[in-house]
């Protein structure tokens, strides 16, 4: 698996996509998606349980698909740098 897909703009040296951010905001929408929809059914809200619910599925999706990436970057020589690379 490579990191990024044939004739896609960037190398393993410099990364297009910024993974290391794109984790931090995934998880983020992850723990707000579970938390606020706790709260929404708590409140007797279920539609709106529903629909966080939904945004903090595809938040974990995201957060996989990151992760995968960013191991498959390490192995063919990329380093783990800072956030915002």
């Not at 995968?68 to 956030?83: D, N």
């Amino acid at each position: 698996m490579r990191a990024q897909p044939r004739g896609a703009r960037g190398t393993v040296g410099h990364p297009y996509s910024a993974l290391n951010l794109r984790l931090v905001l995934a998880l983020f929408g992850l723990v707000v998606g579970v938390g606020l929809g706790v709260l929404a059914l708590v409140a007797g809200l279920t539609w709106l349980a529903v629909a966080l619910f939904v945004l903090a599925a595809t938040a974990l999706v995201d957060t996989v698909v990151v992760v995968l990436r960013r191991r498959a970057r390490f192995r063919e020589g990329g380093g783990r740098g800072s956030l915002f690379e």
